[in-house]
């Protein structure tokens, strides 16, 4: 552990030079990726300072151990050695964690895409809670949170609801929410107390930066028409809704939230430039065998993560097999317990892959 503590104290003496260099400032994209470095690395660096001083401390208590003879002296040593040992086990293991190498994802904001599955209206209404869901955790989390696009339901919820969510460490905590979300309840619709199956599909995109991914113009269609309320009818007179189609590869990302058709551009090419984004994370996790077991779900949108059952209360994450029974806390909003042990779960698995560098 000390030679590997060695070695990345080298690397974050070199980095902390790096960032202070006049062209490493003048270039954005170096300069993103030097300051995400050095922050990755003073973590390791404050936890391996401590690990030292541990170890430091049980060298000196069994230096006294072999040296003194006065009892108190000795007592004191022992008691000394006692309890850096046992500091020591946990301190370990979390600079083995902080020594996975991370996903550079993980920093970046999300564009949250949730749409109506099977299961009609209901699957609409499901899509709605959904999304309550998720804006009361991003409060709770501190995000700010931004509506893209919306195409309301017949019977209330959302058919889809697209929107940003900004802030630190944003797709590394909601990552694992891409995929099948089902519900099973009685529908407000139904008549004789039957519980039905709905779903909806939720992804999370990682949002890209314009140095993530560029994007021709000139490969894309920009169309204007009127924003829509309810329904169908319109809700302006202006053509401030805005439509990009990316023709090379048919992606469509359209925003009607703003009254500025200027706004509504940016925030639809902030869409696509995600989406196009993803598509080729999704080739890069699905060309890379250890990725693909990944709890992740980015090329299957058919997986099937979790089961919200009303009648029993019970919410069911089928990735690592975990039900909790606490329905009513976790659709309004908490659900970091489900977050952190998947966190858990796939930071044991990449510690096994990784033990190596160790």
């Given at each position: 552990?000390?030679?590997?503590?060695?070695?990345?104290?080298?690397?974050?003496?070199?980095?902390?030079?790096?960032?202070?260099?006049?062209?490493?400032?003048?270039?954005?994209?170096?300069?993103?990726?030097?300051?995400?470095?050095?922050?990755?690395?003073?973590?390791?660096?404050?936890?391996?300072?401590?690990?030292?001083?541990?170890?430091?401390?049980?060298?000196?208590?069994?230096?006294?151990?072999?040296?003194e003879?006065?009892?108190?002296?000795?007592e004191?040593?022992k008691?000394?050695?006692?309890e850096?040992?046992?500091?020591?086990?946990?301190?370990?293991?979390?600079?083995?964690?902080?020594?996975?190498?991370?996903?550079?994802?993980?920093t970046?904001?999300?564009?949250?895409?949730?749409?109506?599955?099977?299961?009609?209206?209901?699957?609409?209404?499901?899509?709605?809670?959904?999304?309550?869901?998720?804006?009361?955790?991003?409060?709770?989390?501190?995000?700010?949170?931004?509506?893209?696009?919306?195409?309301?339901?017949?019977?209330?919820?959302?058919?889809?609801?697209?929107?940003?969510?900004?802030?630190?460490?944003?797709?590394?905590?909601?990552?694992?929410?891409?995929?099948?979300?089902?519900?099973?309840?009685?529908?407000?619709?139904?008549?004789?107390?039957?519980?039905?199956?709905?779903?909806?599909?939720?992804?999370?995109?990682?949002?890209?930066?314009?140095?993530?991914?560029?994007?021709?113009?000139?490969?894309?269609?920009?169309?204007?028409?009127?924003?829509?309320?309810?329904?169908?009818?319109s809700?302006n007179?202006?053509?401030?809704?805005?439509?990009?189609?990316?023709?090379?590869?048919?992606?469509?990302?359209?925003?009607?939230?703003?009254?500025?058709?200027?706004?509504?551009?940016?925030?639809?090419?902030?869409?696509?430039?995600?989406?196009?984004?993803?598509?080729?994370?999704?080739?890069?996790?699905?060309?890379?065998?250890?990725?693909?077991?990944?709890?992740?779900?980015?090329?299957?949108?058919?997986a099937?993560?979790?089961?919200?059952?009303?009648?029993?209360?019970?919410?069911?994450?089928?990735?690592?097999?975990?039900?909790?029974?606490?329905l009513?806390?976790?659709?309004?909003?908490?659900?970091s317990?489900?977050?952190?042990?998947?966190?858990?779960?796939?930071?044991?698995?990449?510690?096994?892959?990784?033990?190596?560098?160790?």
């Open positions: 552990m000390i030679d590997k503590l060695n070695i990345i104290k080298q690397r974050f003496d070199e980095v902390s030079d790096l960032i202070i260099q006049p062209d490493i400032i003048s270039d954005q994209k170096k300069y993103i990726q030097i300051n995400k470095e050095y922050k990755d690395l003073k973590k390791i660096m404050d936890e391996g300072v401590s690990y030292i001083s541990l170890i430091s401390n049980i060298e000196e208590a069994e230096k006294i151990l072999k040296e003879e006065d009892p108190e002296m000795l004191m040593a008691m000394q050695i006692e850096s040992k046992s500091q020591l086990p946990e301190l370990e293991e979390r600079i083995k964690f902080l020594l996975i190498p991370k996903d550079p994802e993980d970046k904001n999300v564009v949250v895409e949730i749409r109506a599955g099977t299961g009609g209206d209901e699957a609409s209404i499901f899509a709605g809670d959904l999304y309550r869901m998720y804006l009361k955790f991003c409060q709770d989390q501190g995000w700010k949170t931004s509506l893209v696009d919306s195409s309301e339901g017949t019977a209330g919820g959302f058919k889809e609801i697209i929107f940003e969510v900004s802030g630190q460490d944003v797709y590394g905590t909601l990552k694992f929410e891409s995929g099948v979300h089902r519900v099973q309840r009685v529908p407000q619709t139904e008549t004789q107390g039957r519980v039905h199956t709905s779903a909806s599909t939720v992804m999370v995109l990682p949002e890209a930066e314009e140095f993530d991914i560029e994007i021709d113009m000139n490969d894309v269609r920009i169309d204007y028409f009127c924003s829509s309320g309810p329904g169908g009818q809700v007179t202006t053509y401030s809704a805005v439509r990009l189609t990316h023709e090379p590869s048919g992606i469509v990302a359209q925003c009607q939230d703003q009254k500025s058709q200027h706004k509504n551009k940016d925030k639809a090419l902030k869409v696509l430039r995600s989406r196009l984004y993803e598509l080729e994370l999704s080739k890069k996790l699905e060309a890379d065998s250890e990725k693909r077991n990944s709890l992740v779900s980015s090329g299957d949108r058919s099937k993560i979790r089961t919200y059952n009303y009648s029993q209360g019970r919410v069911t994450d089928h990735r690592i097999g975990l039900t909790l029974y606490d009513q806390n976790i659709i309004n909003g908490d659900i317990k489900l977050i952190k042990e998947l966190q858990v779960f796939q930071n044991t698995q990449r510690l096994k892959d990784s033990a190596e560098i160790i």
